[in-house]
């Protein structure tokens, strides 16, 4: 069964057990149904999601609470997820071993999204996965994320050009996006940014306090399990 989280007045995760996590609106919605590809799956989405494979992360693997963002470098909510409430993260949790942070892709704004998507594993084959990501917030707007913008965002942060370039132009990484992107769909998510804290799951750009009191709810829970 999975579990379905939602936010309590408090700004906490109230769990309530289902068979499928349905809809859910923030910033940016999905307009288009996508298939279920977890039918027949049986565990919680922290176990589905454990299953994605390679994952880009900041924080200790030991550590308790495991948050696990889908995003769009497109979506102006992930931005400010990004400027405001990251950092703190990074400062209160993150650092402290009790928070890994896990950035997969929901790529649902258009092909601009879904190529700075693929350019950004691209930049991960260099081992910048995290300085291209930051990049692309940062100059986002615009045309900002055309093909010649996305090369010279990768020569800013010191990649090698013609590897990235014959990375990009390859497609090399368009299936891992598709499959982040219905896997999200699949768990129920319908917009962006959203977050799954371990099993329970944060819509929208929350701010610091929101996650404060749902990391420490699962520190709770962990203390007791112990």
């Known amino acids: 069964m999975l579990a379905r989280g939602t936010l309590n007045k408090g700004g906490g995760i109230r769990v309530q057990k289902h068979r499928w996590l349905w809809v859910f609106i923030c910033g940016w919605t999905l307009s288009l149904p996508l298939p279920l590809v977890l039918a027949g799956t049986v ?45 703190q993260l990074k400062h209160n949790y993150i650092g402290k071993n009790q928070v890994r942070f896990v950035y997969r892709h929901f790529a649902i ?12 594993e691209c930049a991960a084959e260099q081992g910048k996965f995290w300085s291209y990501h930051d990049t692309l917030f940062a100059n986002q707007g ?40 219905l896997a999200a769909a699949s768990l129920g998510v319908r917009g962006t940014p959203a977050f799954f804290v371990n099993s329970g799951l944060l819509v929208g750009a929350q701010p610091f306090e929101v996650f404060r009191a749902a990391i420490e709810q699962e520190l709770k829970v962990g203390s007791a399990n112990r």
């Open 109 to 120: 704004l258009g092909e601009f999204s879904a190529r700075a998507a693929e350019a950004s």
């Open 142 to 181: 615009g045309l900002a994320f055309t093909e010649s913008k996305l090369r010279q965002y990768a020569g800013k942060i010191g990649l090698n050009s013609r590897s990235f370039g014959q990375c990009l132009d390859a497609g090399k990484y368009r299936q891992k996006v598709r499959t982040e992107t």
């Open 43 to 87: 565990g919680t989405p922290a176990e589905f999601l454990a299953g994605l494979g390679q994952e880009w992360a900041v924080g200790s693997a030991n550590a308790p609470v495991k948050i696990v963002e889908f995003s769009d470098f497109q979506c102006s909510f992930c931005k400010k997820f990004w400027a405001d409430t990251l950092p």
